[in-house]
């Protein structure tokens, strides 16, 4: 079977049991909970789904939504792959081709990230403007899909301007202070060292993750609009005298979560506009 095989094998089982959607979201750390804003909506199970990837957590397989959010249908990855799972970026990236595949052209990431920005806090959104791949790594490394999208896809506007400035204007109107960065991706599943964070800092990172560029540029790769939105978790590291713990991660996400489901509400609430 071809990659593009899989891909399709798996949208059109996601198009059977849980029907098309106009905007794909992947939640992030502590925002899983969301699903429950949907209406009318309907869930699978990662493991059910041809092709997909066996989660490496036993009982955190994942799982993906549709249902109905302020007029439009919203599909929700509840859970990710990341590469440091050890997954391959194929596997990383495939949901997003199969949002692709089912006509979803908006793309919403969201993660938990650390802020190598001194002027940010834990606790603040931030918007993503570009990312660094500091990972080494490539998901279109490989034969091109043609079916998807070019060889060399342009990254110069990975994030789409008019989702930003929508985006911008739901924080403005809802109170909410959103930061501007740009996101950039290690591997993991190791937090940064000091200096890799001043490093990453000196050539231009605000924050760092280990996920969501794999996704961005399959989605670019696959002509989709993507909107990318941290929760700033904690201090990068070797910023403060506390070391990292997920512990940390976990509770700031937390604790943001009705802040950051305010502002991604009012995104697409938007979108419909
Ligand atoms: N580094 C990498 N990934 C993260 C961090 C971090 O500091 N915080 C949350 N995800």
């Not at 994942?62 to 440091?84: A, C, D, K, N």
């Not at 079916?147 to 930003?164: N, Q």
């Amino acid at each position: 079977m071809t990659e593009l095989e899989r891909i399709d094998k798996a949208a059109a089982y996601v198009r059977e049991v849980l029907g098309e959607a106009q905007i794909g979201m992947v939640l992030g750390s502590g925002l899983g909970d969301y699903v429950e804003a949907l209406t009318d909506a309907r869930m699978i199970p990662y493991d059910e789904i041809p092709g997909f990837p066996r989660a490496t957590v036993p009982g955190h397989a994942g799982e993906l939504w549709v249902g109905t959010l302020h007029g439009s249908r919203v599909l929700m990855m509840r859970g990710r792959f990341h590469s440091y799972e050890g997954h391959p970026l194929d596997d990383v990236v495939l949901p997003i081709r199969v949002m692709a595949r089912l006509g979803i052209k908006t793309l919403i990431l969201t993660n938990a990230a650390g802020a190598v920005n001194l002027n940010f806090a834990p606790g603040d959104l931030m918007l993503i403007t570009d990312f660094i791949n500091f990972s080494g790594k490539n998901p279109l490394t490989g034969p091109n899909i043609d079916a998807l999208g070019p060889r060399f896809p342009d990254m110069s506007r990975a994030y789409d301007r008019r989702l930003r400035a929508i985006a911008a204007q739901a924080a403005l109107e809802k109170g909410i202070e959103l930061r501007e960065g740009v996101y950039a991706w290690f591997n993991g599943p190791t937090y940064e060292t000091p200096a890799e964070i001043r490093m990453a800092r000196v050539l231009g990172a605000d924050a760092v993750g280990m996920s969501t560029v794999p996704e961005t540029i399959a989605a670019v790769h696959a002509g989709m609009q993507v909107l990318g939105i941290s929760c700033l978790t904690n201090m990068a590291a070797g910023i403060l005298e506390a070391p990292l713990s997920h512990r940390e991660v976990t509770e700031t996400a937390e604790r943001v979560r009705g802040t950051f489901r305010t502002l991604l509400d009012s995104v697409i609430a938007k979108l419909n506009e």
